[in-house]
């Protein structure tokens, strides 16, 4: 490949960089960068008016392999990603055998590699079979390529087996990342708010979250474990992480990007496509979120993509399955909350790419001299239609399927190597 | 028209009703328009000859995914009253749990060709999904779905104050009991607001209190004898006796110790203020049995009016339906 890419707005969090260069890619590589270059032969893109940055680390994503092809599969929903300019994720364990083993590990790592379209480093399940009773053979996973350990969605009630699994985790220095959820109190479907009263749907307190914070933020002072808590939903949430930062706690934290955009006013008329865990919140929230996020207290954005089949979505309100498939309008949603917010495009790829990168450890991917090139263009005026054949994952529960959007990602490069491109 | 999302699903495009989901969003008139005829249908049901042939040729569906003997014979005698072929299906014990989803269900009941589907179902938002998912051919009522809406319970006992009392606007009106888990109780409020009512207090402990509900533009009390001051009506509302095992209560004599209603507590409301109770009543739990047969009581009344309020909104919304198909026809 011998690509320079022509007066895109340059947008790299790693320089703090906002401006108009040229950029030349070929063997992989970034080979110059500049404010205008001349390369002879290379392969002109045009990209004026258009945004190149760091291609994305998702911390979090459901790519259903194995156990749930009907949902979605690793091949589809690595595309997905790539198309949503993502060139890193880490999926969740929360598959059927859960990853609980080196089997699963090297299953999803095998197939996110013939797909090609993303680094896939897996998240280890913390307790065997996500059943919060045995600790999972942490040391194994790790060496298998599980980046963290996460009990997923399933809160472990039990805090002998909470304690136990901090500890073992802290002795081998591995990383934790926490859903923070009561289970109990995460039994309703929505936001207890005034809409969940009028609608007859069970609430889930804030407390939900709050309590659980606060009970993984003592045991990981206790055992000195690193934890980074997962798609915080509330302002009372993201207040008591400021609080646990301002202390000097080594944590970190994430919103996944339907919680900064959306409140639970989504969910009138029962639309299922808003049903989510944990769920919408009200507009407070979602602007504490925002705040936390510019502050600095989240670290990371996450996608928390989801997909389903559409029977999952086909029933009243309590039962239908929880979760979005979002991969295919985040760039649109993107782009909505930098122009609502006064979040600057640095700030939202800092979220996305730098940011989670750092607090796992991985290589840094800016657009530095001779980097590897892990880049994404971005259209934030291209017009396109979610038709069912623009729709690039398999899940059904598109919440704006036919709908007219405005942004999109022209092209994903991973490792230099093309992974999407934008075809109109 | 500029309608709440409540409403939209429920109305034609000229404002009449073709589905009866719940009271939320509708609008003053027409829920007037119900009473207005739901009082001439009171009249009906004294007649020697019962029946009116508005719905003449047409199959109602009673689709009851839970129990409920009493909802379903009124139902089942106001479709009678108004000349329909009724066909009642209790699905919890046939489909439903052999696996088949709802959707399967109800894709089976569309290829039947009936007219109105009056459904019944233990999930809030159930008759909304239906009502998206066979609409635009099959008019839908709500005969109460999860905690969310029992409209027609609610438009009887809007029936029972508008027969018993003065206008809507001069009234005091007390609900009391769980209102949490009570579909009927939010119907009521949305009706009672709607009416043009300016106090309407909901009185119950904390745990069966539902969040914000004072957002709903009500006072609530948690204090029986300091709620019932000066009430024209009180609603008690039937306290599950599974209320307890769920940690939402000690135990059913400590409920009726603070709200059960008792002849002393009846006398902190107006002399002539009526009782309501949508029934089955628990006396000695929420309500004292001389109080249930007292001359204040309205219970019993409020059965007879029950089926009219269901001949009239069974009515309207067929004919709000028919319209409806009509206007599809003429564009296809």
């Not at chain 1, 309008?329 to 790419?353: R, V, Y």
Request: net charge negative; with cysteine; aromatic share 4%.
């Amino acid at each position: 490949m011998n690509m320079l890419i022509r007066q895109a707005r340059v947008v790299d969090p790693y320089q703090q960089l906002d401006a108009i260069m040229d950029v030349h890619i070929a063997d992989g590589n970034i080979q110059a960068i500049a404010a205008e270059l001349n390369i002879a032969d290379a392969q002109v893109i045009e990209a004026k008016g258009q945004i190149l940055c760091p291609n994305f680390t998702d911390l979090l994503a459901y790519l259903r392999q194995p156990g749930n092809s009907q949902k979605g599969t690793i091949a589809s929903e690595t595309r997905a990603a790539a198309s949503a300019g993502f060139g890193t994720l880490l999926p969740s364990p929360d598959t059927q055998p859960a990853s609980d083993s080196t089997a699963v590990l090297e299953l999803v790592q095998d197939r996110a590699k013939q797909a090609g379209y993303c680094q896939v480093l897996p998240i280890g399940a913390l307790t065997q079979g996500l059943k919060s009773t045995h600790l999972s053979n942490m040391l194994g996973l790790n060496k298998a390529g599980a980046v963290a350990f996460s009990n997923a969605g399933y809160d472990i009630t039990d805090n002998t087996v909470l304690l136990r699994c901090y500890e073992y985790a802290a002795t081998y220095k591995l990383k934790i990342f926490v859903q923070a959820r009561d289970a109990a109190l995460s039994h309703g479907h929505m936001h207890d708010g005034i809409l969940a009263t009028q609608l007859g749907l069970n609430g889930i307190p804030v407390i939900a979250e709050t309590l659980a914070i606060s009970r993984h933020l003592q045991m990981m002072q206790h055992t000195g474990v690193s934890c980074h808590f997962q798609q915080l939903s509330s302002a009372a949430g993201v207040e008591m992480l400021r609080q646990a930062k301002a202390q000097g706690l080594a944590i970190s934290a994430d919103v996944d990007l339907a919680h900064l955009c959306y409140t639970e006013q989504q969910v009138q008329g029962y639309s299922s496509q808003y049903h989510v865990q944990p769920p919408l919140r009200h507009e407070s929230d979602r602007q504490a979120l925002i705040a936390g996020l510019a502050d600095g207290t989240i670290d990371a954005i996450v996608s928390a993509h989801q997909p389903h089949e559409a029977a999952a979505k086909q029933a009243p309100f309590a039962d239908t399955a929880t979760g979005m498939a979002i991969y295919d309008i985040f760039m649109p949603l993107l782009l909505s909350l930098a122009a609502e917010t006064d979040l600057s495009l640095l700030q939202l790829t800092a979220a996305l790419s730098k940011q989670p990168r750092t607090l796992l450890g991985l290589e840094a991917n800016g657009l530095t001299l001779g980097a590897v090139a892990n880049l994404c263009l971005i259209d934030p005026n291209l017009s396109w239609q979610l038709t069912s054949t623009a729709q690039q994952s398999q899940g059904a529960n598109q919440c704006l399927q036919n709908n007219s959007l405005t942004g999109r990602v022209t092209l994903t490069l991973q490792h230099g190597k093309a992974t999407w491109q934008a075809h109109d | 028209m500029n309608l709440p999302p409540s409403a939209q699903l429920q109305l034609t495009e000229t404002g009449e009703l073709r589905h009866f989901l719940s009271i939320d969003g509708l609008p003053k008139t027409l829920l007037e328009r119900i009473l207005d005829t739901a009082n001439s249908f009171v009249v009906v049901g004294n007649q020697e000859v019962k029946k009116v042939p508005l719905l003449r040729g047409k199959t109602v569906v009673n689709l009851f995914f839970e129990n409920s003997t009493r909802t379903r014979s009124t139902f089942e005698l106001a479709a009678q009253r108004l000349s329909a072929d009724v066909l009642n299906l209790d699905i919890n014990t046939s489909a439903t749990s052999k696996g088949e989803s709802l959707l399967d269900t109800l894709r089976n009941l569309r290829a039947m060709h009936s007219d109105m589907f009056v459904v019944r179902h233990s999930q809030s938002g159930a008759a909304h999904f239906i009502a998206q998912q066979v609409t635009p051919n099959v008019a839908i009522i709500n005969a109460g779905d999860g905690r969310h809406a029992h409209p027609t319970q609610a438009m009887l006992d809007m029936l029972t104050i508008y027969r018993h009392k003065a206008s809507f606007d001069q009234l005091k009106v007390a609900i009391v009991g769980d209102i949490l888990h009570s579909r009927v109780a939010r119907d009521q409020v949305h009706a009672l607001t709607t009416l043009g009512c300016q106090d309407v207090r909901l009185i119950g402990p904390n745990t069966l209190l539902p969040t914000a509900a004072e957002d709903l533009g009500v006072t609530t009390y948690n204090d029986l004898d300091k709620g019932l001051e000066d009430v024209d009506v009180i609603i008690m509302l039937r306290l599950q006796t599974e209320r307890m095992d769920s940690a939402f209560l000690p135990s059913a004599s400590e409920y009726y110790q603070a709200y059960g209603l008792t002849r002393q507590r009846l006398s902190k409301a107006k002399p002539d203020a009526i009782v309501m109770h949508p029934g089955p009543i628990n006396r000695g739990i929420e309500i004292e049995s001389e109080v249930a047969d007292g001359k204040q009581s309205l219970i019993l009344n409020q059965v007879g009016y029950g089926i009219a309020i269901r001949m009239a909104v069974m009515s309207m919304a067929m004919s709000g339906q028919m319209q409806q198909r009509q206007v599809m026809e003429a564009s296809q």
